[in-house]
């Protein structure tokens, strides 16, 4: 725990690498098989920032939902993501993503990347 606290600590004070606002525009389609379910497109804004131990972002704006053969919708999303650089070779990363309308849905992500 106290490993976990020093690299936070560390992350939070350290030197910046990068910094600054940015805007990502993001398509996700889906299919089953060659079916072709939908797809989604993110028009966001957001701000990252990190050194050589970990970094973070947050961005948000509007999505374009459109699946097959049904009515587009727009809805409000956002993402708040991040990673720790464990090791030389190793980083955890993690990311929570939201969707609002009249019931909000909510998604997560988190995983161990290895460099070779």
């Not at 600590?9 to 079916?35: C, H, K, M, Q, R």
């Not at 050589?52 to 699946?67: K, L, N, R, W």
């Not at 809805?75 to 990311?95: C, F, N, W």
Request: charged share 20%.
């Amino acid at each position: 725990m106290k490993k976990i606290i020093a690299i936070l600590s560390a992350a939070a004070l350290g030197t910046p690498a990068l910094a600054g606002p940015y805007v990502n525009i993001e398509n996700n389609a889906g299919f089953t098989g060659s079916d072709f379910n939908g797809h989604a497109t993110d028009f966001h804004l957001g701000y990252e920032s990190g050194n050589d131990v970990g970094s973070y972002y947050i961005q948000a704006g509007p999505t374009i939902f459109a699946p097959d053969g049904g009515e587009e919708e727009t809805k409000l999303t956002g993402k708040l993501g991040g990673s720790i650089q464990a090791t030389d070779r190793v980083s955890v990363y993690g990311e929570l993503s939201a969707s609002f309308d009249d019931v909000n849905d909510y998604g997560t992500k988190v995983g161990v990347k290895y460099n070779f």
